[in-house]
């Protein structure tokens, strides 16, 4: 209960006293502004398994990267970049529905990955658990510099196409009518979910990757309808999460990834309970006309 | 100098039983302590380890009470990919000065190692201080062993080889330090030949063994660097280190007699050691063992079939597993094979409290038996 009672020494003292504590939270920040916001879509369309199979199908490029001694990030772009393209090709030419194609590349890149590493069987470059789960702790300015580029290029790609996103999203039909080629606007999504996902895992790990991708976006989506609105208030929450997950890892030695990510997933599930229960009482009292707030409270409350 | 016996350290996080008032003096005695503010007059210096066996090592080195050793990793944690938290990282902005084994054994905490170095901690590489040697990725394949065989006992010694290497001046001295004349010989003239092959192949990526501390004598060539550099760069006292440095010095070559002595009756051909986990190279070379495979993760059906044939081959009583790792696919192989066993070593990190493993040299002496015992002696 220390951050209700010593609130400046739980929440902000970390933040003065410690710079790895700054930079691992400007990190987390840069992170989460591109993937609340590409993010957004991902949830509104219905893309979050695509999501997460582009998250961990980075994972051979990665291991390429590695094992050659090449670009990392370069790497895991290539290879988002191919699992994308399979995507469409398996789409197109299998007449199973579009998450089975996704599944099976899904599970190729994966394996694809663990082979190319086991190849390699007696050196030590195995990495990849530092890829899954990231190392924040460890951000260096020049890997903040970094970051920033390359959030910038999913924010400006999400500025840039936000008309065609929103009809593509709301109306594909309506989209072709209006000659604005809805399978290029779907394809540039794709190309930013992979940017947005390249661009953080390196700091966060391609596990936390996907919470963020998912997670505050998610959240948002339950308190609200429009769009801006709800990539702001993703971005509030992924804030918020990260934060208290960086927090929580200091105050209590637990894994900085895996923390950031629960409690991304914890806040939605809290925030969904909430929702229910005041959906519950709102429609009891709609049935009983005017309750009183006594009955209000007798409601179970979990 | 009675005070500096490695008994006294059990393994573990806790600060060390006080053995003297702390020296502050020391900070004036050392000029580059000046720039890490930390050397607080009242508080002792504190030393990260990453690893327990590290953290063992520079606590007998700082003579017990002299400074607080901790290690990051926790005991029994596998070096290779353990994910730290903040408070891990805070624990190390706080230290004088990090120990680390390098040669990428602490792969999980690489960046973060690289950033608190940036933010201003200096960290001292054991690894910086020995010759290495380089991994036989063919381990598997067996190609490399069953060619050499009969006269590759030592593995590949990198010593002449390895021109690029970061550790060259050090080579030269550490040959003449160790007192290793009997090894560095033959190891020198079946190394040439191995070791062009493995540049070709690996490009320097990671083909260095990290496991380094299986080797006495190699962690002496550290100790003495180790000890100038708690002074210089922690604050310690000079004198008491340099004392305590000698002690442990003496109790490390102690140590290696011991070794060799209790490893001597084993006969020449049973000299093979098959494991569970590729930690075993360093040992093999300075006593003259060769390892000749190993049950790495997830190996493939053809891999264990090779496996099994190589060991019935040579006749090889036992597997040597390690107490980090769990048996896993080594048992299941054992179970298979006629008289074949499975011995546990300490190999990666120290035992717990009775394990009869508590401090770097109880796991060395340890490990010394078990092998004897099993492979006959």
Same mark, same amino acid.
């Given at each position: 209960?220390?951050?209700?009672?010593?609130?400046?020494?739980?929440?902000?003292?970390?933040?003065?006293?410690?710079?790895?504590?700054?930079?691992?939270?400007?990190?987390?920040?840069?992170?989460?502004?591109?993937?609340?916001?590409?993010?957004?879509?991902?949830?509104?369309?219905?893309?979050?398994?695509?999501?997460?199979?582009?998250?961990?199908?980075?994972?051979?490029?990665?291991?390429?990267?590695?094992?050659?001694?090449?670009?990392?990030?370069?790497?895991?772009?290539?290879?988002?970049?191919?699992?994308?393209?399979?995507?469409?090709?398996?789409?197109?030419?299998?007449?199973? %529905?579009?998450?089975?194609?996704?599944?099976?590349?899904?599970?190729?890149?994966?394996?694809?990955?663990?082979?190319?590493?086991?190849?390699?069987?007696?050196?030590?470059?195995?990495?990849?658990?530092?890829?899954?789960?990231?190392?924040?702790?460890?951000?260096?300015?020049?890997?903040?510099?970094?970051?920033?580029?390359?959030?910038?290029? %999913?924010?400006?790609?999400?500025?840039?196409?936000?008309?065609?996103?929103?009809?593509?999203?709301?109306?594909?039909?309506?989209?072709?009518?209006?000659?604005?080629?809805?399978?290029?606007?779907?394809?540039?999504?794709?190309?930013?979910?992979?940017?947005?996902?390249?661009?953080?895992?390196?700091?966060?790990?391609?596990?936390?990757?996907?919470?963020?991708?998912?997670? %505050?976006?998610?959240?948002?989506?339950?308190?609200?309808?429009?769009?801006?609105?709800?990539?702001?208030?993703?971005?509030?929450?992924?804030?918020?999460?990260?934060?208290?997950?960086?927090?929580?890892?200091?105050?209590?030695?637990?894994?900085?990834?895996?923390?950031?990510?629960?409690?991304?997933?914890?806040?939605?599930?809290?925030?969904?309970?909430?929702?229910?229960?005041?959906?519950?009482?709102?429609?009891?009292?709609?049935?009983?006309?005017?309750?009183?707030?006594?009955?209000?409270?007798?409601?179970?409350?979990? | 100098?009675?005070?500096?016996?490695?008994?006294?350290?059990?393994?573990?996080?806790?600060?060390?039983?006080?053995?003297?008032?702390?020296?502050?003096?020391?900070?004036?005695?050392?000029?580059?302590?000046?720039?890490?503010?930390?050397?607080?007059?009242?508080?002792?210096?504190? *030393?990260?380890?990453?690893?327990?066996? =590290?953290?063992?090592?520079?606590?007998?080195?700082?003579?017990?009470?002299?400074?607080?050793?901790?290690? +990051?990793?926790?005991?029994?944690?596998?070096?290779?990919?353990?994910?730290?938290?903040?408070?891990?990282?805070?624990?190390?902005?706080?230290?004088? +000065? +990090?120990?680390?084994?390098? !040669?990428?054994?602490?792969?999980?905490?690489?960046? *973060?190692?690289?950033?608190?170095?940036?933010?201003?901690?200096?960290?001292?590489?054991?690894?910086?201080?020995?010759?290495?040697?380089?991994?036989?990725?063919?381990?598997?394949?067996?190609?490399?062993?069953?060619?050499?065989?009969?006269?590759?006992?030592?593995?590949?010694?990198?010593?002449?080889?390895?021109?690029?290497?970061?550790?060259?001046?050090?080579?030269?001295?550490?040959?003449?330090?160790?007192?290793?004349?009997?090894?560095?010989?033959?190891?020198?003239?079946?190394?040439?030949?191995?070791?062009?092959?493995?540049?070709?192949?690996?490009?320097?990526?990671?083909?260095?063994?990290?496991?380094? =501390?299986?080797?006495?004598?190699?962690?002496?060539?550290?100790?003495?660097?180790?000890?100038?550099?708690?002074?210089? !760069?922690?604050?310690?006292?000079?004198?008491?280190?340099?004392?305590?440095?000698?002690?442990?010095?003496?109790?490390?070559?102690?140590?290696?007699?011991?070794?060799?002595?209790?490893?001597?009756?084993?006969?020449?051909?049973?000299?093979?050691?098959?494991?569970?986990?590729?930690?075993?190279?360093?040992?093999?070379?300075?006593?003259?063992?060769?390892? +000749?495979?190993?049950?790495?993760?997830?190996?493939?059906?053809?891999?264990?079939?090779?496996?099994?044939?190589? *060991?019935?081959?040579?006749?090889?009583?036992?597997?040597?597993?390690?107490?980090?790792?769990?048996?896993?696919?080594?048992?299941?192989?054992?179970?298979?094979?006629?008289?074949?066993?499975?011995?546990? !070593?300490?190999?990666?990190?120290?035992?717990?409290?009775?394990?009869?493993?508590?401090?770097?040299?109880?796991?060395?002496?340890?490990?010394?038996?078990? *092998?004897?015992?099993?492979?006959?002696?």
């Amino acid at each position: 209960m220390d951050f209700l009672v010593n609130p400046w020494e739980w929440w902000v003292e970390p933040f003065l006293t410690n710079p790895f504590m700054r930079r691992a939270l400007a990190s987390a920040l840069l992170a989460v502004l591109s993937t609340s916001i590409i993010g957004t879509w991902v949830v509104l369309r219905g893309l979050s398994f695509l999501g997460d199979a582009l998250a961990h199908g980075v994972l051979p490029g990665i291991a390429i990267a590695l094992v050659l001694g090449g670009n990392v990030p370069l790497g895991a772009f290539v290879a988002a970049l191919s699992m994308v393209g399979g995507i469409n090709l398996l789409r197109r030419h299998s007449p199973l %529905p579009e998450d089975t194609a996704i599944g099976l590349l899904f599970v190729g890149m994966l394996a694809l990955a663990v082979v190319i590493m086991s190849s390699q069987s007696g050196t030590y470059v195995g990495d990849l658990t530092g890829v899954l789960f990231g190392s924040i702790a460890g951000v260096t300015e020049s890997d903040l510099y970094r970051q920033l580029i390359t959030t910038a290029i %999913p924010l400006g790609g999400a500025l840039l196409f936000h008309r065609a996103f929103l009809v593509l999203t709301f109306d594909e039909m309506q989209a072709r009518m209006l000659g604005m080629r809805p399978r290029l606007a779907h394809f540039v999504l794709l190309a930013l979910i992979a940017v947005a996902i390249v661009s953080s895992f390196e700091v966060v790990g391609s596990l936390l990757v996907f919470a963020l991708l998912i997670g %505050p976006p998610a959240t948002a989506a339950i308190l609200v309808r429009r769009v801006p609105v709800l990539m702001a208030l993703a971005t509030v929450i992924g804030a918020i999460t990260t934060t208290v997950g960086i927090l929580v890892s200091y105050h209590h030695d637990t894994a900085t990834g895996g923390t950031m990510a629960l409690s991304t997933v914890a806040l939605f599930m809290i925030v969904l309970t909430i929702r229910t229960l005041t959906q519950k009482v709102r429609t009891r009292l709609h049935r009983l006309g005017h309750g009183t707030s006594g009955t209000v409270r007798a409601t179970p409350a979990g | 100098m009675a005070s500096c016996s490695g008994e006294d350290s059990a393994g573990g996080v806790e600060s060390t039983p006080p053995v003297a008032p702390d020296p502050p003096a020391a900070v004036s005695d050392a000029p580059a302590a000046a720039e890490t503010e930390e050397v607080a007059e009242a508080e002792p210096a504190l *030393i990260m380890a990453t690893t327990t066996i =590290w953290a063992d090592v520079t606590r007998n080195v700082a003579c017990g009470g002299l400074a607080e050793v901790e290690s +990051i990793l926790p005991p029994l944690a596998d070096p290779h990919d353990y994910e730290p938290s903040m408070s891990d990282r805070a624990r190390l902005d706080q230290a004088d +000065i +990090i120990v680390t084994n390098g !040669l990428e054994l602490e792969e999980g905490l690489e960046d *973060i190692l690289e950033s608190v170095e940036a933010d201003g901690t200096p960290v001292f590489t054991a690894g910086d201080y020995m010759t290495t040697l380089e991994f036989d990725a063919e381990m598997f394949g067996g190609h490399h062993d069953e060619e050499d065989e009969g006269e590759d006992h030592g593995d590949e010694d990198g010593d002449d080889d390895e021109d690029e290497d970061h550790a060259d001046e050090d080579e030269d001295h550490a040959d003449e330090d160790g007192d290793d004349d009997e090894d560095e010989d033959h190891a020198d003239e079946d190394g040439d030949d191995e070791d062009e092959d493995h540049a070709d192949e690996e490009d320097g990526h990671g083909s260095e063994d990290p496991h380094v =501390w299986l080797d006495p004598v190699r962690v002496a060539q550290a100790v003495e660097n180790l000890g100038p550099a708690l002074v210089q !760069l922690a604050g310690l006292d000079a004198d008491r280190v340099a004392a305590c440095t000698d002690a442990y010095l003496a109790e490390l070559a102690d140590l290696h007699r011991e070794i060799t002595e209790s490893l001597a009756p084993v006969p020449a051909a049973q000299r093979k050691l098959v494991t569970n986990h590729d930690s075993l190279g360093y040992f093999a070379d300075r006593y003259d063992f060769e390892v +000749i495979a190993t049950t790495l993760a997830e190996p493939s059906p053809a891999d264990l079939e090779e496996l099994a044939h190589v *060991i019935e081959e040579n006749g090889v009583p036992a597997i040597f597993a390690e107490a980090l790792h769990g048996a896993g696919e080594a048992s299941a192989l054992a179970e298979q094979l006629d008289g074949v066993t499975i011995a546990s !070593l300490y190999t990666g990190a120290l035992g717990e409290a009775g394990s009869g493993a508590e401090t770097y040299v109880a796991m060395m002496r340890h490990n010394a038996r078990t *092998i004897a015992g099993t492979l006959g002696g």
